[in-house]
């Protein structure tokens, strides 16, 4: 892994961890709460605080996970190193889309 | 790879090593899919529902409180990752380990009895 690669990993991994543990506090309060779909939407729907959370989440996941992915194919598949990259790439778009779509749904539609 | 070379695999740190490189795959493989779900609500709440209806079930439940462990011990390993590489070596590593193991368990529990 290259250096610029492992800094982006290690610096989205630093800056995930507070919404991680803010994350695993929503999971638990909504599974508790047995919401419908309308309970989420009323609660997201408009709100900027959570459309930036959300949004800086997927992004940061989107690089995290892609870089992660890019390291294990390198280390544990037969794929050359240049094929792992544009997989992870791919990976992080893909990601990122539909990550993005979530949160649009969410919160503006 | 020589017995000298490989003789680390199967220790404590080695395991949560490599707990930590398999959470973080199963968790790449599972995102895609928790992001399409929540995009279901773009037209609307109705298909949202209908997928939330569908996850009230017992083998659907169980495997959220797996999602929760996996997402509960990558961060751990993450931070123990973090911790190594930032800051002076401490003993006990393989204890600290084996307590992000364990609180990890210790929230998927509890996930699971507040959703049963």
């Not at chain 1, 909504?30 to 779909?37: F, L, V, Y």
């Not at chain 1, 408009?46 to 194919?73: D, K, M, P, T």
């Not at chain 2, 006990?92 to 380990?97: D, P, T, V």
Request: proline share 2%.
């Amino acid at each position: 892994m290259s250096v610029r690669l492992y800094l982006w990993q290690r610096a989205t991994a630093a800056l995930m961890v507070p919404f991680v543990l803010i994350h695993i506090a929503v999971i638990f309060y909504a599974t508790r709460q047995q919401m419908t779909a309308a309970d989420i939407l009323s609660r997201t729907h408009g709100s900027a605080a959570w459309a930036s959370f959300y949004g800086v989440f997927v992004a940061a996941v989107s690089i995290h996970a892609s870089i992660g992915v890019r390291n294990i194919l390198t280390e544990w598949s037969p794929l050359a190193d240049r094929a792992a990259g544009w997989c992870a790439i791919l990976l992080g778009i893909v990601l990122a889309l539909l990550g993005f779509h979530a949160v649009i749904s969410l919160v503006l539609m | 790879m020589s017995a000298a070379g490989t003789k680390h695999r199967g220790s404590a740190l080695w395991l949560a090593a490599m707990i930590h490189r398999l959470s973080g795959l199963a968790l790449a493989i599972f995102l895609p899919i928790h992001f399409f779900v929540l995009g279901l609500s773009f037209h609307g709440g109705a298909k949202l529902d209908a997928f939330l209806r569908w996850s009230d079930q017992p083998l659907v439940k169980f495997a959220e409180g797996g999602l929760v462990f996996l997402l509960t011990i990558h961060l751990l390993g993450g931070l123990r990752v973090l911790v190594i590489e930032n800051f002076d070596w401490h003993d006990g590593q393989k204890r600290l380990a084996m307590l992000a193991a364990t609180v990890s368990a210790i929230v998927c529990f509890v996930f699971l009895v507040r959703v049963f």
